[in-house]
């Protein structure tokens, strides 16, 4: 009985893993007035303080679309535009149009599609300004490579998407875990 119990809890596992890659996505529309979406040419990019935010889609993804009040997930490396020093690189979830990023990314990453990548050359004054941070000088021009790794509109979304962002491994790890701990809760009942 345990044993049948077992592959059928295994089989329930498998199908909400698979599941989760299906789940749609749906983002709301919020006004993007607030934001100043000019840009100037990528290429023509001077270390200047009335230069505006450039960016260079360097993959176009087919994804849903980075839009304010969407919660995003981002794959980054930024750096100092002056001498191509990396300062940071990860993986950041934030939602735009909260504040919670610097204003350049606030304004870069909208309209970016799931799977894109895009470079950003940001201002001072669209980044850290002229006090700076951490080993970011005061002043300092940034480049940041990104691609956008999904797009959500609620938290339920944003949990999925930072769930299918995962490794794929580590996802099945969790859900291992969890298959473990509800057979472990079935077996105790049972006795």
Not at 9 to 20: N, S
Not at 59 to 76: C, H, K, N, P, R
Request: a negative charge; proline letters at 3%; charged letters at 15%.
């Amino acid at each position: 009985m345990i044993r049948c119990l077992h592959h059928f809890l295994l089989l329930v596992l498998l199908l909400c893993y698979q599941c989760t890659a299906f789940i749609p996505v749906k983002i709301n529309t919020y006004a993007q007035s607030k934001f100043n979406l000019q840009q100037s040419s990528f290429d023509t990019y001077s270390q200047t303080d009335e230069q505006e935010l450039a960016f260079d889609d360097i993959l176009v993804g087919t994804g849903d679309t980075a839009e304010v009040g969407s919660f995003v997930t981002i794959q980054y490396t930024g750096k100092l535009l002056a001498d191509d020093t990396t300062f940071d690189s990860g993986l950041i979830s934030f939602k735009l149009g909260e504040g919670q990023v610097i204003p350049g990314w606030e304004q870069g990453i909208i309209g970016m599609k799931v799977n894109g990548k895009r470079m950003l050359k940001i201002p001072p004054r669209l980044a850290y300004g002229e006090r700076g941070v951490n080993i970011v000088p005061g002043g300092a021009h940034l480049l940041f490579e990104t691609e956008l790794k999904s797009v959500a509109s609620n938290g339920i979304e944003e949990s999925i998407s930072k769930f299918r962002s995962l490794n794929p491994l580590t996802s099945l790890a969790i859900w291992l875990v969890l298959f473990n701990a509800v057979l472990g809760i079935v077996s105790s009942i049972q006795k």
